[in-house]
């Protein structure tokens, strides 16, 4: 840990120097966060004996960008993540895990280079924000408006998803990578109501013989006062069989706190289990036995967030999900303060 919070210090300096030097601004933000994770995976079907546990997470994630003109901005991201626990065999990880370059030409909002990727809310593509073995972006995404129509369009392809086998000490490749494009499209029907639709194809890079996997979504988010927000989405594959997925969630906020309830519905064919914000790779903090059946699960979530000062907030997070076919529920829960700067 030491080595790799070394590394960041050591280049957030480079960088800060590096923007003097070269006379254009270097802006740093980012967050800092520590948990208490308890899990209790009761799914049968799995000989996993890491399924009952509880460890501690911290995570540390540095933005910079550095703007070189009006138009041209370069970006990139480092981070950090440690566990203590059952889980602390899982060697630390530090790395650059995004970087690339933003223009901004007619009205459009060009990124290049390694990113998050979320289409529509999420369902259809929705990852790499977080830091470790999960996916990154390796592509292009336009950004703009077409009058009141918010637009994206992508192309590229995500890295490979990788885990930690406590077995043999080793990192594998659990998912692919994948050549995506995809392209959203959001409105505002009325003051408190916004519709959304996305359409992505998903092509598996290394097993041959394989058809894209085409994904159509429609979205919604409605405010109906100021401290109520319902949003949804429903998704649907070009899969014969177990096609559909979709999540509903209401979020109810209040001076400095707000609670959600979020209900997810996935099917093993509705989504890419890997790159989608709900599939069973992505959604659950850990949700090792909702992999033992046939990727698809029930839930709910519980969220809660109380903002303790401008830079620091609390959060608890339980969800008790089960895989269909199976018995009983994966259960966790996640208790931390984050401090955002």
């Known amino acids: ?31 800092v ?5 308890t899990f209790q995976d009761n799914i049968t079907g799995s000989d996993d ?11 540390i994630r540095l933005n910079f960008s550095a703007q070189v003109d009006q138009d041209v901005t370069m970006f990139g991201r480092l981070g950090l993540r440690t566990t203590s626990g059952l889980s602390s065999q899982d060697p630390n990880k530090g790395l650059l895990d995004q970087y690339g370059v933003e223009i901004k030409a007619n009205d459009l909002t060009y990124s290049v280079g390694r990113q998050i990727l979320n289409l529509g809310q999420g369902s259809v593509a929705g990852f790499g924000s977080d830091v470790g073995y999960d996916a990154k972006f390796d592509g292009l ?23 930690w086998n406590p077995s043999s000490g080793k990192v594998t490749t659990a998912y692919n990578a994948k050549n995506i494009w995809g392209i959203d499209f959001s409105a505002p029907l009325s003051s408190n109501f916004t519709l959304g639709a996305t359409y992505a ?4 890079t290394v097993i041959s013989g394989l058809n894209a996997a085409k994904y159509t979504g429609v979205n919604m988010t ?7 927000t319902l949003n949804g989405e429903y998704v649907k594959s070009n899969a014969d069989t177990l096609n559909k997925a ?12 707000w609670f959600c309830i979020q209900y997810n519905n996935v099917q093993a064919n509705g989504v890419d289990q890997g790159l989608s914000a709900i599939g069973t790779t992505t959604y659950p903090v850990q949700g090792d036995n909702l992999l033992a059946g046939t990727g698809e699960y029930t839930g709910f979530t519980y969220s809660y967030n109380h ?5 620091a907030a609390f959060n608890v997070c339980y969800m008790s999900l089960k895989a269909n076919g199976l018995d009983d529920h994966d259960n966790e829960c996640t208790a931390g303060v984050t401090w955002s700067f």
């Open 141 to 163: 995404v336009a950004s703009g408006k077409l009058g009141a129509v918010d637009a994206h369009f992508a192309v590229g392809k995500s890295t490979d998803i990788n885990s």
């Open 201 to 204: 194809t998903i092509k598996d």
């Open 49 to 59: 004996s890491d399924a009952d546990h509880h460890d501690t997470r911290s995570r």
């Open 33 to 37: 966060r520590v948990q208490y994770a």
């Open 222 to 228: 409605f405010n109906p006062s100021d401290n109520f």
């Open 307 to 311: 903002q303790m000062s401008k830079a």
């Open 1 to 31: 840990m030491k080595k790799s919070l070394a590394t960041l210090l050591v280049v957030a300096f480079v960088l800060g120097i590096a923007g003097t030097a070269l006379a254009f601004p270097v802006d740093f933000s980012g967050d």
């Open 246 to 257: 979709y999540f509903i969630a209401a979020i109810y906020s209040w001076d400095k706190d």
